[in-house]
């Protein structure tokens, strides 16, 4: 076994690291939120700053085909883009903050501001009111936008994403144990 300054030094790290884990969030949508004022939500995230291109029938988050789903995924990223700003997870009460990892399968919701494509700048009306965002309408894919969707809610909040962050840090752990 190595030293004890050593022993302290990996138990710092695999602190940290927990930690890192333990404080990671992400904006989702609310499952008790109703289909109309998600999709107003989504709307506005997608023309607000979200990301919204992996939406797309040809992206890796378009599947499942749901206004929840699409909504989660367009929320994290505005969230995120905002750098997790206070407020930046409300879209009307449609949103909430969530520590479980939503991504699934091949749609990866990026877990921190640096991961999520750029951000952008947090800004405030001159009037000191934000204006509301579109209502209805549903975007279009013609204009490059999500569709408005009329499917039920079918999301996935759990996926092997979070086994694998819990078996890479059991693989440091043991790799620091044969170390020292």
């Keep these: 076994m190595g030293t004890p300054s050593k022993v302290a030094a990996l138990m710092a790290v695999l602190l940290v690291l927990s930690g890192r884990l333990a404080t990671a969030t ?46 989660s995924y367009a929320f994290n990223s505005y969230y995120m883009r905002k750098s997790m700003a206070p407020g930046s997870c409300d879209f009307s009460g449609t949103a909430t903050i969530a520590k479980t990892d939503p991504s699934y399968g091949s749609c990866v919701y990026p877990p921190t501001p640096s991961s ?57 752990f043991i790799v620091f144990l044969f170390i020292f």
């Design 26 to 71: 992400w904006c989702v949508a609310r499952s008790d939120a109703t289909q109309e004022a998600l999709q107003t939500a989504l709307d506005y995230a997608c023309s607000a700053g979200a990301d919204c291109a992996p939406l797309q029938q040809s992206g890796l988050c378009f599947l499942p085909n749901t206004i929840q789903a699409h909504a």
């Design 116 to 172: 999520a494509g750029g951000t952008t700048p947090i800004t405030t009306p001159s009037s000191g009111i934000a204006s509301p965002p579109p209502f209805g309408g549903g975007l279009t894919p013609d204009n490059g936008m999500v569709p408005t969707l009329t499917t039920p809610p079918n999301s996935k909040a759990f996926s092997t994403s979070n086994v694998s962050r819990i078996l890479h840090l059991n693989t440091i």
